[in-house]
């Protein structure tokens, strides 16, 4: 890990609004982020690199715990290299529909017409590769714990998330089970568990979306105000 100074500093506060500001602003990204919709068609339109990097960078500004930042991104471009993932992908997501989900899990997955076939894993122009670091290592070899992982990188992938959809970018965060391919042909340590892959891009002119999937909890369902 590095040493940090850990003397405080004043706060760069944003802006303070009004109260009648604040209630436009919440209620219009509010709406803004309920125009999200996960994505199976993707455009081959490239996307600069740039871009990406700033939305990493919008990400590893996350809260982790004990600020470790307990995450690696690996972002992928090249054409051989996601071949390799969607031939791996592809290999859990057969043994995965072909009944190891459980007949549950296969039943609710009709409602939104995913199958075994994941071609925007090489039609997207990025994809990126979000690993847990479960801990690290010193150049000396020596193990460092990191703290709450999971929520860390939570977090962190859902701030990914929304920093893509800022810029009118589609995404989908694609979980193949087991996914250790992913260290593999990445070349990550055993330290890292893959968390999640985020596919990356403008979605296809023909690109639509399940029904089911625009059917979200209302307030009252979700929130207890006490």
């Given at each position: 890990?590095t040493d940090y100074d850990y003397d405080?500093?004043?706060?760069?506060?944003?802006?303070?609004?009004?109260?009648?500001?604040?209630?436009?602003?919440?209620?219009?990204?509010?709406?803004?982020?309920?125009?999200?919709?996960?994505?199976?068609?993707?455009?081959?339109?490239?996307?600069?690199?740039?871009?990406?990097?700033?939305?990493?960078?919008?990400?590893?500004?996350?809260?982790?715990?004990?600020?470790?930042?307990?995450?690696?991104?690996?972002?992928?471009?090249?054409?051989?290299?996601?071949?390799?993932?969607?031939?791996?992908?592809?290999?859990?997501?057969?043994?995965?529909?072909?009944?190891?989900?459980?007949?549950?899990?296969?039943?609710?997955?009709?409602?939104?017409?995913?199958?075994?076939?994941?071609?925007?894993?090489?039609?997207?122009?990025?994809?990126?590769?979000?690993?847990?670091?479960?801990?690290?290592?010193?150049?000396?070899?020596?193990?460092?714990?990191?703290?709450?992982v999971p929520e860390s990188v939570g977090?962190?992938?859902?701030?990914?998330?929304?920093?893509?959809?800022?810029?009118?970018?589609?995404?989908?965060?694609?979980?193949?089970?087991?996914?250790?391919?992913?260290?593999?042909?990445?070349?990550?340590?055993?330290?890292?568990?893959?968390?999640?892959?985020?596919?990356?891009?403008?979605?296809?002119?023909?690109?639509?979306?399940?029904?089911?999937?625009?059917?979200?909890?209302?307030?009252?369902?979700?929130?207890?105000?006490?």
């Open positions: 890990m405080p500093i004043p706060l760069d506060p944003p802006s303070r609004l009004s109260d009648a500001e604040m209630q436009r602003a919440a209620t219009l990204h509010k709406d803004f982020v309920s125009r999200r919709r996960s994505v199976r068609a993707f455009s081959a339109e490239p996307i600069d690199r740039t871009v990406i990097e700033a939305c990493v960078l919008a990400a590893g500004a996350a809260p982790s715990g004990a600020n470790h930042q307990p995450w690696h991104f690996v972002c992928i471009s090249d054409a051989q290299t996601k071949r390799a993932i969607r031939e791996a992908a592809e290999t859990e997501e057969r043994a995965f529909y072909g009944g190891k989900a459980g007949e549950a899990w296969l039943s609710d997955l009709k409602k939104i017409g995913t199958d075994a076939s994941k071609p925007f894993l090489e039609t997207a122009p990025w994809l990126i590769a979000v690993f847990a670091e479960r801990y690290a290592e010193d150049a000396n070899g020596v193990r460092h714990k990191n703290y709450y977090i962190a992938t859902g701030f990914l998330i929304n920093a893509c959809h800022q810029l009118g970018l589609a995404t989908l965060t694609h979980t193949p089970n087991p996914m250790k391919f992913l260290n593999r042909i990445l070349g990550r340590p055993k330290s890292e568990r893959p968390f999640v892959l985020l596919v990356v891009g403008h979605p296809s002119l023909e690109a639509t979306v399940p029904r089911a999937a625009t059917i979200k909890k209302q307030l009252d369902q979700i929130t207890t105000f006490i």
